[in-house]
């Protein structure tokens, strides 16, 4: 559709309109787009605007924590796909382990079109609630065997952040994670174990007195900043698992009067909005597309298109900004 459009010379809403049949479209408009839409090679979803019995479509969305940025840049990317295709999102949110499988159950008994899942590390119960379902399931920011999934290398990250130190010529690098919990959460501990690769693939050791792990939280990764950054040899550099906990270091050294980044090298992940108004050196790792990508996957799946399993994964990068130089540098 955003071919579609820059062909056209107009926005993705209008496109949209012309695609959905919607009467506020001039008739010139409407042949220009067509016209593009044949030009450009775009294939038109069949839309599902109403399900069994006329009944409106809907998409479940499972989430947990949907407060959460990443988990809200995410979302942002499955409503902007689907609605335009007119699809309205229902979303199942869960805040504690033992919620998980109510909003299963519910999500499967409901009159879904489809459901994506973001984020939830499922059970073998749960995942054959899903395989039994009467509409398609897709995974986001996970990988599940015989679901089609969007997500990335989360080990790859966490290697290409501490490389990016390390490369710098830093070797006290401390880690700032999470812990194995009860929602099962992987994603740090693959970034932790990429941060290790970073480690034996440079030829040097990782102190394991710098490895700290807390709640996902600011104030959690402040305080292990502070403990990280008052030891007697301090860290010059450390590698947070997500922005947020990134902000929480930053203001650990603002605390202690460590300057960012001329005394600690600071780099996060998840490249949020906020990261990029903060000048966070960080992991990107494209939230929004990722929603997008999942939608579309279960659009294909609704309309009976596409491989069943498919499991897509999307690069990541580091961003660099202010936060990250080499250590003993100026900041000119």
Not at 102 to 125: N, T
């Amino acid at each position: 559709m955003s071919e579609v459009a820059r062909h056209a010379g107009v926005g993705i809403g209008t496109v949209s309109r012309v695609i959905n049949e919607q009467p506020n479209v001039s008739a010139a408009m409407r042949k220009r787009v067509r016209e593009s839409i044949e030009a450009v090679g775009y294939h038109v979803p069949r839309r599902r605007r109403t399900g069994q019995a006329g009944r409106a479509a809907y998409v479940g969305v499972l989430t947990v924590f949907f407060d959460e940025p990443s988990v809200y840049e995410r979302c942002k990317g499955i409503i902007g796909h689907l609605q335009p295709l007119g699809y309205e999102v229902v979303i199942y949110n869960t805040v504690a382990p033992q919620q998980i499988r109510s909003q299963v159950e519910a999500m499967a008994s409901h009159p879904l079109d489809g459901a994506i899942v973001i984020s939830a590390q499922l059970d073998d119960e749960e995942v054959r609630i899903l395989r039994a379902a009467p509409f398609p399931v897709v995974m986001v920011d996970a990988f599940c065997e015989g679901f089609r999934s969007v997500g990335i290398d989360d080990r790859h990250g966490g290697e290409i952040a501490a490389r990016h130190l390390l490369d710098m010529g830093h070797s006290r690098i401390g880690f700032v994670g999470e812990p194995m919990d009860q929602f099962g959460f992987v994603a740090s501990s693959e970034r932790e174990r990429g941060f290790r690769d970073a480690h034996r693939k440079s030829g040097v050791a990782v102190d394991e007195e710098l490895i700290r792990h807390g709640a996902h939280i600011r104030s959690a990764a402040k305080h292990l900043a502070i403990d990280l950054l008052s030891n007697t040899d301090p860290v010059t550099a450390i590698v947070a698992t997500s922005d947020v906990q990134a902000i929480g270091v930053m203001e650990a050294a603002a605390e202690l009067g460590v300057k960012v980044p001329e005394q600690l090298s600071v780099i996060g992940y998840d490249d949020l909005e906020v990261a990029a108004m903060m000048g966070i050196t960080t992991v990107r790792q494209q939230l929004e597309l990722s929603g997008q990508r999942g939608a579309a996957h279960l659009v294909e799946a609704i309309n009976g298109d596409g491989t069943h399993g498919t499991q897509e994964r999307i690069d990541v990068e580091v961003i660099v900004r202010n936060t990250t130089r080499p250590p003993g540098s100026r900041v000119s």
